[in-house]
């Protein structure tokens, strides 16, 4: 099992503002279904969010507090 991180800007449209989603999934593809059955995409082909990092994301400054935001779900 490996952990993805799906991170939030600034923008309205995403589920949450800044900060991120983690997933537990065995690969990416399985951690994006996963996350779009919780956040359908608002356009086909998309991801409701601005990046998705592999578990190099632990290892960021972002990690340790995205503009005084941390992990806002856990699926």
């Known amino acids: ?5 799906f991170t939030f800007g600034s923008s309205e449209t995403f ?4 900060g991120w ?11 994006i279904e996963e996350y779009n059955r919780n956040f359908p995409p608002l356009n086909e082909n998309t991801v409701n969010c601005s990046f998705i990092y592999g578990e ?3 290892k960021t ?13 856990e699926l």
């Open 61 to 73: 400054d972002m990690f340790k507090g995205r503009f005084g935001d941390y992990c806002h779900l």
């Open 15 to 18: 589920p949450f503002q800044y």
């Open 1 to 5: 099992m490996n952990n993805y991180y």
């Open 56 to 58: 190099e994301f632990e």
């Open 21 to 31: 989603v983690k997933v537990g999934a065995k690969s990416k593809q399985e951690a």
